[in-house]
């Protein structure tokens, strides 16, 4: 059986998701490396067409490139007006070329003609774990509902369409929620809190 680890590689290149996990696994596991921090630059194609496809896929490809226990997400915007786009799709909506503000400008373009009652939306966030030693793996996911804005609002808080979104119940987006009040809330945040379970299902501890 092989032991919970105490080192365990976040597999994204994202440093705003990175910053998140590091947040999020402080006080639940002590040593987090990232991909750099793990001398990896390779890109793992997400060809999956779901978000649990992809995160397996990258855990398992980061585990065997590091040699260690690795932990991936794929994470999106969904929004019921667009028929789910962005979807697995968010981090590449409207063409490779774009960041993190162009998506954002895109997708305010595609709902210029979407009403406010109709601008519903959730954050999916899926978390794969994968040991490489014994070759077990295990997916947990989180889900936040709430609407897109017809304008950004930030405090500079979050990345992505975090300036976009605001969770059901609230009156702040994602960007101005302070890091501790959202991470209670976000998809990722429940994602996270199952990991306990999904370290006991990988690890057998």
């Given at each position: 059986m092989h032991p919970n680890p105490t080192r365990l590689l976040i597999a994204t290149h994202n440093q705003g998701k990175l910053?998140?996990?590091?947040?999020?696994?402080?006080?639940?596991?002590?040593?987090?490396?990232?991909?750099?921090?793990?001398?990896?630059?390779?890109?793992?194609?997400?060809?999956?067409?779901?978000?649990?496809a992809n995160a397996l896929l990258k855990a398992q490809a980061y585990?065997?490139?590091?040699?260690?226990?690795?932990?991936?997400?794929?994470?999106?915007?969904?929004?019921?007006?667009?028929?789910?786009?962005?979807?697995v799709y968010s981090a590449r909506y409207g063409g490779?070329?774009?960041?993190?503000?162009?998506?954002?400008?895109?997708?305010l373009a595609q709902m210029q003609a979407v009403p406010a009652a109709e601008r519903a939306a959730f954050f999916t966030c899926v978390i794969a774990l994968h040991d490489?030693?014994?070759?077990?793996?295990?997916?947990?996911?989180?889900?936040?509902?709430?609407?897109?804005?017809?304008a950004e609002r930030s405090r500079g808080h979050g990345f992505g369409y975090d300036a976009l979104f605001v969770p059901q119940g609230l009156s702040e987006t994602f960007a101005e929620l302070n890091p501790t009040d959202k991470h209670r809330i976000s998809h990722r945040g429940q994602a996270v809190a199952q990991l306990?379970?999904?370290?006991?299902?990988?690890?057998?501890?």
């Open positions: 910053r998140e996990y590091r947040d999020l696994l402080a006080h639940r596991l002590p040593d987090i490396v990232g991909l750099a921090e793990a001398g990896i630059t390779h890109d793992v194609d997400e060809t999956g067409t779901t978000f649990a585990a065997a490139l590091a040699g260690l226990p690795a932990l991936a997400d794929d994470s999106g915007l969904s929004v019921l007006a667009l028929d789910g786009a962005p979807g490779d070329g774009l960041d993190d503000a162009g998506r954002r400008a895109y997708l490489p030693h014994s070759g077990r793996s295990a997916i947990v996911s989180g889900r936040c509902d709430g609407h897109i804005l017809t306990p379970a999904l370290l006991a299902e990988v690890f057998g501890t």
